[in-house]
């Protein structure tokens, strides 16, 4: 069992930085790959980016590359999401989630989500 709490959305200008965290319950948060979700208005659900359980591997969407790092903190149970050189289209509401595999993360769905949070990026 995984429970996920995420922080750190707002409004920002296009261009500016955001840096969203979620909270994992837990001992247990090593034993899950990790990743971000976002869902924007009238559109299908998105892969961000995922993170391995050990840490070691990234996977990001084409769309972030280069702007979105995401990170993990296990001594303290925290999943991280830098983002830089913000867009417009990057508005959404971003999804903490934690699953088996961080290499399929994009097309299986994983087991664990958060509440999501949202994120508004001003032209």
Do not use: H
């Not at 750190?8 to 948060?29: D, I, K, N, P, Y």
């Not at 303290?76 to 088996?100: F, H, I, W």
Request: proline share 3%.
């Amino acid at each position: 069992q995984v429970q996920l709490v995420e922080s750190g959305g707002g409004l920002v200008q296009a261009g500016g930085s955001l840096r969203l965290s979620c909270a994992a319950s837990g001992r247990t948060f090593s034993n899950y790959a990790m990743g971000w979700f976002r869902q924007a208005p009238g559109k299908e659900r998105e892969f961000v980016a995922a993170l391995s359980r050990t840490g070691g591997v990234t996977y990001y969407a084409d769309s972030v590359k280069g702007r979105f790092t995401i990170s993990r903190d296990s001594a303290k149970n925290s999943l991280y999401l830098q983002m830089n050189s913000l867009k417009p289209e990057d508005t959404a509401v971003y999804y903490c989630t934690a699953g088996r595999l961080a290499r399929t993360m994009g097309t299986i769905p994983p087991e664990y989500w958060g509440q999501g949070t949202q994120v508004t990026v001003s032209s």
